[in-house]
């Protein structure tokens, strides 16, 4: 088998010296075990939840994961006409393990797989490795990024295992409405295709005037639906290493057991109390709220933002999610800006990091994504509003100018 290639949006991140604003990524601010306590509506219980002193560290958390945790998982798909029982719930090794455990257990070489594009990277790399072969479902940018059914439908072949999305979307922070979802699993229904949800944003929704959409789980039409997430994103517990694969479908739950008893065995023990403890009634919502109000402060502004700079940048703003995918340009002539260069030298003049588009979410053309930057925008807003301002200013510095008109010589748009 040949060695994976590196995961470029890590390398990225990790590869850059004195960063002092963080907007490459899309973690939004860790908790603390006396930030949770604080958060809880009963801190009396938390404290109690979360004191491991007598654990019995021999303990393991049973085949598909502890009871208690899995019934808390479940609640977060309650709400519509299909019912998700905690029997339907598996955990896993964060989102990263139950996007591995999905793909390991339903793909096999010559498999066909299609994956939305531009896209978190293992999502099409993974079946990659395992012998899929890959076809992306490009997202239209001059659609907001919408995803088109009709592309789709062009696209199924009759090797079609898979097919795979990203709802809250990363990069772009756009969503799958409901009407589309129907859709999407009507077509999988026809062609008997299995559909990976990786849903790590949910329930990251941020329009106050329509309501938010269901979980691709939540359909009553269709059930070859394998829906993975984690406390990483929207839960802001990222080293907290516990995600989920949940599915209706018998066949594709027995298949997801059966290789994560040879794969993972039993998740840690502390982790998953620490988890049931953070999507319990007392302290979910108040998790969700915490982060929320970041989110919501900080995109009236990244209105703001691009407003002010119409001719250098541009971007739908999400409604979803914790990242945006934002264009950089040339104002004079409105072409795209070459964005590694961008990322780079905006780094280096402000010490604001994004993470450049064609290093870590262009796979066909290296000019796929052109000008495109990610922007983390979950973070503190004292944080966020600084990096904009830092960012704002050297739109309007010589050094913007200057990369601008080599911008146009070196390379495609
Ligand atoms: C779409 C998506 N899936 C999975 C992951 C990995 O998440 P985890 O930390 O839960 O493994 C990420 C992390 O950024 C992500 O953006």
Same mark, same amino acid.
């Given at each position: 088998? @040949? ?10 991140i ?5 960063i002092e604003i963080p907007l490459?990524g899309s973690v939004g601010p860790g908790l603390s075990f006396k930030e949770l306590i604080n958060l809880s509506t009963d801190p009396e219980s938390t404290t109690k939840a979360l004191n491991f002193y007598d654990t019995?560290l ?7 994961? $502890?009871?208690e945790l899995?019934?808390q998982v479940?609640?977060?798909? =309650? ?7 905690? *029997? *339907?719930?598996?955990?896993?090794n964060a989102t990263t ?22 896209? #978190? ?32 439908? =062009? ?24 009407? =589309? ?19 790590i944003f949910? @329930?990251l ?6 309501? /938010? ?8 039409? #269709? ?6 997430g984690s406390l990483s994103k929207a839960f802001c517990l990222s080293a907290v290493r516990i995600g ?6 018998? !066949? ?5 057991? $059966? ?8 998740t840690s023990l502390i982790d998953e109390r620490i988890a049931a403890e953070a999507l319990s009634d007392r302290c979910r919502d108040p998790i969700l709220a915490r982060l929320h109000a970041f989110a919501?402060r900080n995109?009236?502004?990244?209105? /703001?933002?691009? =407003? ?14 914790a990242? /945006?995918?934002?264009?950089?340009? *040339? ?16 780094? !280096? ?8 588009? $064609? ?17 983390h925008f979950t973070c503190r807003t004292e944080i966020f509003?600084?990096?904009? *301002? ?24």
């Amino acid at each position: 088998m @040949p060695r994976f290639q590196d995961f470029a949006l890590p390398h990225w991140i990790e590869s850059q010296k004195g960063i002092e604003i963080p907007l490459g990524g899309s973690v939004g601010p860790g908790l603390s075990f006396k930030e949770l306590i604080n958060l809880s509506t009963d801190p009396e219980s938390t404290t109690k939840a979360l004191n491991f002193y007598d654990t019995d560290l021999t303990v393991r958390v049973g085949t598909q994961g $502890s009871l208690e945790l899995r019934k808390q998982v479940a609640k977060l798909y =309650a709400g519509s006409d299909v019912t998700v029982t905690p *029997d *339907d719930v598996i955990i896993a090794n964060a989102t990263t393990g139950a996007n591995l455990l999905s793909f390991q257990s339903q793909l096999s070489p010559g498999d066909h797989v299609i994956c939305m594009y531009p896209c #978190y990277e293992p999502l099409f790399q993974i079946p990659k490795q395992l012998g899929a072969s890959i076809t992306y479902w490009r997202l239209d940018p001059s659609n907001n990024w919408e995803a088109s059914l009709a592309d789709l439908k =062009a696209l199924i072949r009759p090797t079609t295992k898979m097919l795979v999305v990203n709802n809250p979307h990363n990069p772009t922070g756009t969503l799958l409405s409901a009407s =589309a979802q129907q859709a999407i699993l009507h077509l999988a229904a026809r062609h008997d295709i299995t559909v990976h949800s990786d849903e790590i944003f949910r @329930p990251l929704f941020h329009a106050t005037d329509t309501p /938010a959409p269901p979980s691709l789980l939540q359909h009553a039409s #269709y059930d070859k639906v394998i829906v993975t997430g984690s406390l990483s994103k929207a839960f802001c517990l990222s080293a907290v290493r516990i995600g989920w694969c949940v599915t209706r479908n018998p !066949e594709l739950k027995a298949s997801l057991l $059966s290789l994560r008893q040879w794969t993972l065995e039993s998740t840690s023990l502390i982790d998953e109390r620490i988890a049931a403890e953070a999507l319990s009634d007392r302290c979910r919502d108040p998790i969700l709220a915490r982060l929320h109000a970041f989110a919501h402060r900080n995109l009236a502004e990244l209105h /703001a933002f691009l =407003a002010k700079n119409p001719h250098a940048v541009a971007a739908t703003v999400p409604t979803g999610g914790a990242t /945006a995918f934002v264009k950089f340009m *040339d104002p004079a002539s409105g072409r795209p800006v070459d964005d590694l260069q961008f990322c780079q030298t905006l780094m !280096e003049h402000t010490g604001v990091l994004l993470s450049p588009a $064609s290093l870590c979410f262009s796979q066909l053309q290296p000019g796929d994504f052109k000008g495109y930057t990610r922007l983390h925008f979950t973070c503190r807003t004292e944080i966020f509003k600084q990096g904009l *301002d830092r960012i704002g200013e050297f739109l309007s510095s010589p050094s913007y100018t200057a990369l601008c008109a080599g911008s146009q010589t070196n390379g495609t748009h």
